[in-house]
């Protein structure tokens, strides 16, 4: 087992104590049994409940959400858009845990050319995001973590003006030191805190957190004054439903084999099952493949150039299987209807 994985009888009051994520994944021989958050512990905690005197299995969640390793990117995007989680587990076939998936790496798994990533932060903010002040006791920050669903609380000064960050692992500290009475959010909160304005694009925010090895931004309006917060899982979640979006609008006519949402790195909309088996590949291993040999530079250039109503042959290479097609530009947009010849 590793850092983010425990048993079911690991006891609770060790089963964060070497930070990492905030969910671990609770193995039984090998497979994937249950889950614990983070938030598990608060919740017993805050209920009076000993967390010395229990283990793993007596708060874990088993209704989890896990897939198979693959190299689908988009499928396990997905994933995360439909259950908003901060983690994802990966298994073998047989089942067996292998890792945890973060939102920061799917997010990089993307392609920068999605139009996601160039739209305003404050589309996907979290708006007014929760507030404390730093000399708030910690035994009340609890109570009001408990009452809302939150990832974290901005300690915020009278000016309303960004001070500090109270996380989930700050609260947790707090406890494991046994609950002194008399301590305050200034002795656990994380300072200074890293802030972007809210007009800014989602590409550079990205860009931000990733430089800074973080997963929660805070975002200012004008005046410098706390305005929203944004997570990686916000982020990933506002590209995900702007690709499935994409996906459903430009779905394959009867008359076409393949539709295209083109990019530096191309990847593949919709696909019919035909061309899925002259490929040779399964539908998950489609959507996401990447240009090989027979798309080069020029070619690259010379479609991007196409004009709308506009066709132009050529051959694509995938796996070493060359096909011809006829590529069409269908709209304005950067989407592209594929018509195999022959």
Known sequence: MDANTVSPLTPLHIAFKDGGQHVRAVVDEGKVVGIILMRHLLEQAAAGRDIQQLAARDVMQTDIVATQQCNNRLHIAQLFLQHRMKSLILTDKQGHFLRHMIAQEVITALPTSLFGFFQPVSQMMIQNPKTTSADTRMSQVIETWLLTPLS???????????????????????????????????????????????????????????????????????????????????????????????????????????????????????????????????????????????????????????????????????????????????????????????
């Open 152 to 342: 974290c609380l901005i300690v915020c000064n009278e000016a309303h003006e960004a001070m500090g960050m109270l996380s989930e692992s700050d609260v947790l500290r707090w406890i494991l030191s046994g609950k002194p009475d008399m301590a305050k959010v200034a002795d656990y909160m994380y300072a200074p805190v890293v802030a972007m304005a809210q007009q800014d694009f989602v590409y550079d925010v990205w860009g931000r957190m990733k430089s800074e090895d973080i997963s929660k931004m805070i975002l200012l309006d004008g005046n410098q004054k706390l305005v929203g917060l944004v997570t990686a899982t916000d982020i990933l979640i506002a590209l995900c439903r702007s690709q499935w979006d994409t996906f459903k609008q430009f779905h394959c006519p009867e008359e076409m084999d393949m539709a295209l949402e083109w990019s530096k790195d191309g990847m593949v909309m919709a696909a019919k099952d035909s061309i899925i088996q002259r490929f040779g590949l399964s539908k998950d291993e489609l959507v996401g493949l990447q240009w090989r040999d027979g798309c080069d530079e020029d070619t690259v250039r010379r479609l991007l150039e196409l004009k709308r109503d506009e066709s132009m042959e050529l051959l694509w290479e995938i796996e070493g299987a060359a096909l011809p097609f006829v590529a069409t530009r269908d709209s304005e947009q950067a989407v592209m209807w594929w018509r195999l010849q022959g």
